[in-house]
T-cell receptor, first 117, second 114 residues
C-alpha cells in the first residue's frame, strides 16, 4: 500500500518552455503532498507543501510564480516549471501522506529528472 | 537552524561485513527521526521512524537506534542488494507553515561488494 506515482520519470525541454509534472497517490487519499528538489550528492530540499483545495505553501527562496503547484484532488498534485532555464535542471520528487497522525510517514514518488537545454 | 549531518558520506563494505551509519542532528524540538533508502534515480523508500531516545527498530539486516543527539543505522551481514544511499530526516515541532516539514541529511552512499 501507499504507492505514489510520478510522471514523467524524465523530461528534456528547451529553455523558456514550461513543463508539468504529475504526482498521484494510487491507493490512498493524500491530504497533503510535498514537492522536493534534489541536486547530485545533495539532500532533498523541500520546495512547497500543498493541501487539497488550497494554495500551496512555499519555502523561503522558492519562486511561487515559477514553480506553480496545483492540488485539485485528494489523489493528484501537479508542479509546473514555467519558463524553464538550465539552472532549473534537477531531480524533482513528490511525496504524499494521509496525515491521519502527525507522524504518518511520507511516501515518495520515483522522481522526475528535468533537463533544460 | 535545524541541521542534519550524516557520516560517512560514502562507505564500502564487503558482503557480510557489518557496520553502522551515523546521523547527528541539531534541532529545536524533535518530533521524529526517519530513515529512508534511496536507489539511484528513484525516490526514497521509507524504512523506520524513531520518536524518543533509547528507541530501537529492526527490519531484516537493518537496525535503527536513537539518542538525544544522533541516530545510528546498523547493518548486519550486508548483502550487495543493500547497496543504496541511506537518508535520515528529522521532523520538528514547527509553529508556522508546514507542520510536517522534514529536514534531510545528504545521505550515506553504501556499496556492498560481493
Amino acid at each position: 500500500g501507499a504507492v505514489v506515482s510520478q510522471h514523467p520519470s524524465w523530461v528534456i525541454c528547451k529553455s523558456g518552455t514550461s513543463v508539468k509534472i504529475e504526482c498521484r497517490s494510487l491507493d490512498f487519499q493524500a491530504t497533503t503532498m510535498f514537492w522536493y528538489r534534489q541536486f547530485p550528492k545533495q539532500s532533498l530540499m523541500l520546495m512547497a507543501t500543498s493541501n487539497e483545495g488550497s494554495k500551496a505553501t512555499y519555502e523561503q527562496g522558492v519562486e511561487k510564480d515559477k514553480f506553480l503547484i496545483n492540488h485539485a484532488s485528494l489523489t493528484l498534485s501537479t508542479l509546473t516549471v514555467t519558463s524553464a532555464h538550465p539552472e532549473d535542471s534537477s531531480f524533482y520528487i513528490c511525496s504524499a501522506t494521509r496525515l491521519i497522525f502527525w507522524n504518518s510517514p511520507l511516501h515518495f514518488g520515483n522522481g522526475t529528472r528535468l533537463t533544460v537545454t | 537552524e535545524d541541521q542534519v549531518t550524516q557520516s560517512p558520506e560514502a562507505l564500502r563494505l564487503q558482503e557480510g561485513e557489518s557496520s553502522s551509519l551515523n546521523c547527528s542532528y541539531t534541532v529545536s524540538g524533535l518530533r521524529g527521526l526517519f530513515w529512508y533508502r534511496q536507489d539511484p534515480g528513484k525516490g526514497p523508500e521509507f524504512l523506520f521512524t524513531l520518536y524518543s531516545a533509547g528507541e530501537e527498530k529492526e527490519k531484516e539486516r537493518l537496525k535503527a537506534t536513537l539518542t538525544k543527539k544522533e541516530s545510528f543505522l546498523h547493518i548486519t551481514a550486508p548483502k550487495p542488494e543493500d547497496s543504496a544511499t541511506y537518508l535520515c530526516a528529522v521532523q520538528v515541532f514547527y509553529s508556522g507553515g508546514s507542520n510536517y516539514k522534514l529536514t534531510f541529511g545528504k545521505g550515506t552512499l553504501l556499496t556492498v561488494n560481493p
